[in-house]
């Protein structure tokens, strides 16, 4: 079982950067495949990102492939996502999401979920 928590979010404006960070704990870590979801309001809750335990390969939605990049320090026992040339759609709540085994762009197939941090890009 892991625990997550993340941190990271805030109120930026658009084209500015935010570094989301997804603490772990609990056992094997790296035997955890990681994924971001994010949540906008009145919106279905869509895949972000996610990486394979070892740290490759990642898969990116393809809006926000080229500005966000997925992390992950095993040894540490946290993941990354780092957000650059933010947009005002990009706002919504971020989630934090692990499954043991193979990574999946699929809400349903993650187990372990964080509490969310909110992203709010403003114009």
């Known amino acids: 079982q892991v625990q997550l928590v993340e941190s990271g979010g805030g109120l930026v404006q658009a084209g500015d950067s935010l570094r989301l960070s997804c603490a772990a704990s609990g056992r094997a870590f790296d035997g955890y495949a990681i994924a971001w979801f994010r949540q906008a309001p009145r919106k279905e809750r869509e895949f972000v990102a996610s990486i394979s335990r070892g740290g490759s390969p990642t898969g990116y939605l393809d809006s926000v492939k080229g500005r966000f990049a997925i992390s992950r320090d095993n040894a540490k026992n946290t993941a990354a996502l780092q957000m650059n040339n933010l947009k005002p759609e990009d706002t919504a709540i971020y989630y934090c999401?692990?499954?043991?085994?193979?990574?999946?762009?699929?809400?349903?197939?993650?187990?372990?979920w964080g509490q969310g941090t909110q992203v709010t890009v403003s114009s």
């Open positions: 999401a692990a499954r043991f085994g193979l990574r999946s762009g699929s809400s349903s197939q993650y187990d372990y």
